[in-house]
């Protein structure tokens, strides 16, 4: 069966196409087609007459992932591979450019685009899905919506904040966390500080958590209050913010019953059974994931979220770990939200945390290894669909212990031939391997055993 490549470079409007076949020969040259029915009905013509000329064949299409732009292009070919041999991919732009950048291409267009996504297709086949299902991809978009809401409301309530310093100073003490849902409805009915002031405490004592003595309080404040704005234009743009707070924060409430009824999964079920991760995280998690089954392992999901430790070595310059962040930034964020929790509240990461900052980690490197260590419980609840038990996770930190407790080997780069003391190699690069040679506190186990610097990269995030 004869192979062909179909690369597709999406834009707004239109997309370009152009086929080759196995040994990267344009078969069908670059032609562009707007996204319209007339549109799709040409490509489809195409396609067809491309299979009467070329029986016994079968096409992958690769679709440059552009925001959503794609959707509708992709979802044609996967129509088309009912009744046409045809294979359809959603392709990470970044590979394709990656590719075109080794090739060194000078020139940028769009048919060019589509000529190194059909190119990987061919030189990278493991790396690409072809008709995988996403059965979330209606609800990550309501998930999605709900996150552009919040931070919008979060906008919003920054803006209400600095005009409550100009217009209510004396209120900037009850906003040291956050603005306070009975301070929205204050403002709600006294929008400056001269119409507080006038009012009654027996009136602003009916808003809930506002006793008598604060209500007097803050009738006090607003009668020698300081603040310079104090006009109606004022009194309008705070009540239209508390206006739009209050709607998303109704809209948000309602958005996220209905997800979690839609979201009624065994995997978010089995999420928050670990202390730290809420239902809403649970479910960002899920919706980002998809399938466990899609990740061979917890470095392959860790390198998904952009948590890996990353190692730079060249020469003699050596750089120290770090963590990745090319992964996805969507359950990166949510990770990192669980984790702040769980320190605080997870008696198993609050252990990790302390262990990595007794060992002179700072904050965010040992939260970063406290993500990493949820990551893996993540994927272990996931992968055998258990629940969370502590006594697992202890099981499998003395398995790893075990193994880091082994005599390492040489390093295997050097198996033909000792590092030479008169090699003409930089002082820089003699430092580092004397330092090699000597041992580090931090890298003897109990046994004695000492940790070669090559097998930390393994160990980071343990």
């Known amino acids: 069966m004869n192979e062909f490549y179909l690369g597709c470079d999406i834009s707004k409007g239109y997309g370009d196409f152009i086929i080759m076949d196995s040994k990267k020969n344009i078969v069908e040259s670059a032609f562009q087609l707007d996204e319209t029915f007339e549109g799709h009905n040409e490509l489809i013509n195409v396609l067809t007459n491309f299979f009467k000329s070329h029986p016994n064949s079968i096409i992958y299409a690769g679709v440059e992932s552009t925001g959503g732009l794609e959707n509708n292009w992709l979802n044609l070919f996967y129509k088309l591979g009912n009744i046409l041999n045809i294979k359809a991919a959603r392709i990470n732009p970044v590979g394709p450019f990656e590719l075109k ?7 940028s267009t769009d048919s060019i685009s ?32 709900i996150e552009m809401f919040t931070k919008q409301k979060t906008q919003l309530l920054n803006q209400l904040s600095i005009t409550i310093y100009n217009a209510f100073p004396f209120l900037v003490q009850y906003c040291k966390y956050g603005v306070p849902n009975w301070l929205l409805q204050l403002l709600s009915k006294y929008p400056t500080a001269s119409k507080l002031a006038r009012a009654h405490a027996e009136t602003i004592q009916k808003i809930p958590y506002i006793s008598r003595t604060r209500a007097q309080k803050l009738i006090n404040y607003a009668k020698v209050s300081i603040g310079s704005a104090d006009d109606e234009v004022t009194a309008r743009i705070i009540l239209n913010l508390v206006e739009h707070i209050f709607n998303l924060k109704e809209t948000i409430t309602k958005l996220k019953k209905q997800l979690v009824k839609q979201c009624d999964l065994p995997e978010v079920k089995i999420l928050t059974t670990f202390k730290g991760i809420g239902v809403h995280s649970a479910i960002g998690l899920v919706l980002n994931i998809i399938s466990i089954e899609r990740f061979p392992s917890a470095k392959h999901l860790a390198s998904y979220f952009g948590i890996h430790p990353v190692f730079i070595e060249s020469g003699d310059r050596a750089g120290g770990f770090h963590m990745s962040k090319r992964g996805r930034a969507v359950p990166r964020r949510i990770l990192f939200m669980v984790t702040r929790y769980a320190i605080s509240n997870n008696p198993l990461i609050k252990e990790v945390y302390l262990r990595q900052i007794k060992k002179g980690k700072s904050k965010m490197s040992a939260i970063g290894i406290c993500m990493h260590k949820i990551t893996r419980i993540i994927y272990g609840m996931l992968k055998n669909n258990t629940e969370f038990d502590p006594e697992i996770d202890k099981k499998n930190n003395y398995r790893s212990k075990q193994k880091r407790n082994k005599k390492i080997r040489e390093n295997a780069k050097r198996r033909f031939q000792k590092e030479a003391d008169d090699a003409p190699i930089s002082r820089r690069k003699s430092k580092n391997r004397k330092k090699e040679k000597q041992p580090h506190p931090e890298n003897i186990e109990n046994s004695g055993v000492l940790t070669s610097p090559s097998s930390l990269l393994g160990l980071v995030g343990k």
């Not at 950048?101 to 020139?107: I, Q």
């Not at 996504?117 to 086949?125: D, E, K, N």
């Not at 899905?129 to 990550?140: I, Q």
């Open 101 to 107: 950048k080794a090739s060194l291409e000078r020139n």
């Open 114 to 145: 589509a000529k190194y996504i059909a190119q990987y297709l061919m030189v990278y086949p493991e790396n690409v899905r072809y008709n995988e299902d996403d059965p979330y991809a209606s609800l990550r978009k309501q998930w999605n919506l």
